[in-house]
């Protein structure tokens, strides 16, 4: 998702793009990864490509941490030895959820899943190999080019007239379109660190369900569930907001909040 829509910006700004995806590229081939970057010399890596399937992850670990983390590790490696930027994607699902306040960049990470604990080992791999590195959380991304709770629940409200939502997970919504600019900001100076990146505002699956429905027009009635009612394998944080504070302190940004954005995303896009 991210990938293609960021690559399209980018091209917008007159940069040049090299776009690298399976099957031809796989960050696990680690001489490949290495020797590629070195070929290419760029003058920053995006590293966007993970397995994002998180309940997928509980099942195979193996390949969660082979990506997730071992990719990471030969992506940042190759950035570090031409001495080229990377912007690393990282996610929310770092932070356990206990938090009763908005999650910052330094506050003590305790991945619940294995995406999380993958995602925070590439976190770490980064940290380490590379010096010229932004580490970007974000959160319950939607947009194009991808499946997505945005797509998934615009298309179930029309063939059905009940849906069940998990209530009890807190997070930010984030419009893809919306991470480009400021990835691209930051990807042009030099403030190396950590940052939060999410539409503003806050709001359960259910919530985001329910304002879905409401903006196509659909009659779906949106019922709440408990997490536990959901089936779904892996665990995930009840409270996982970001408050982007690096990004708002040294780039003076804030994303908009999320319910203009979906409505953006919802008019602009149409339903598959
Ligand atoms: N989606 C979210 O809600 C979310 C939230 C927080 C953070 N993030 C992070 O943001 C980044 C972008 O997310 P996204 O939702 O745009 O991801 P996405 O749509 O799932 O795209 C990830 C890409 O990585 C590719 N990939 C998987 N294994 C690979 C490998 N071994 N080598 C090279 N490429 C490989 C995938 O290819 P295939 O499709 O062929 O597998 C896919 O094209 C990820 O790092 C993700 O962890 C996402």
């Not at 970057?37 to 995006?46: D, G, L, N």
């Amino acid at each position: 998702m991210l990938g293609t829509v960021l690559a399209r910006y980018l091209r917008g700004r007159g940069e040049e793009v090299i776009g690298w995806d399976l099957p031809e590229h796989d960050v696990t081939q680690v001489d490949k990864t290495i020797n590629g970057i070195h070929r290419v010399r760029p003058e920053v890596v995006f590293h966007l490509a993970a397995v994002t399937d998180v309940d997928g992850c509980e099942k195979d670990q193996g390949k969660a941490t082979s990506v997730n983390f071992q990719g990471t590790w030969a992506v940042a490696l190759g950035a570090e030895e031409i001495g080229c930027k990377l912007v690393y994607m990282s996610t929310d699902y770092v932070f356990d959820g206990q938090s009763r306040r908005p999650y910052r960049e330094k506050d003590e990470t305790e991945p619940l899943s294995v995406y999380g604990r993958s995602k925070l080992m590439g976190e770490k791999a980064v940290v380490r190999a590379c010096r010229r590195r932004f580490i970007v959380r974000t959160s319950w991304l939607y947009g194009p080019h991808g499946r997505n709770f945005v797509d998934t629940i615009r298309m179930l409200a029309r063939e059905k007239d009940r849906l069940e939502v998990v209530g009890d997970q807190v997070g930010s919504p984030t419009y893809t379109q919306d991470l480009c600019e400021p990835l691209y900001e930051l990807a042009g100076s030099v403030k190396y660190d950590t940052y939060h990146m999410t539409n503003s505002g806050q709001c359960s699956w259910y919530e985001l369900a329910r304002e879905v429905v409401e903006v196509v027009g659909a009659d779906s009635r949106v019922i709440p569930i408990d997490t536990g009612k959901s089936g779904r394998p892996a665990p995930r944080p009840v409270f996982s907001v970001l408050e982007n504070r690096n990004l708002h302190k040294r780039f003076g940004r804030q994303l908009r909040p999320w319910q203009e954005a979906l409505r953006d995303y919802l008019g602009e896009t149409p339903a598959t």
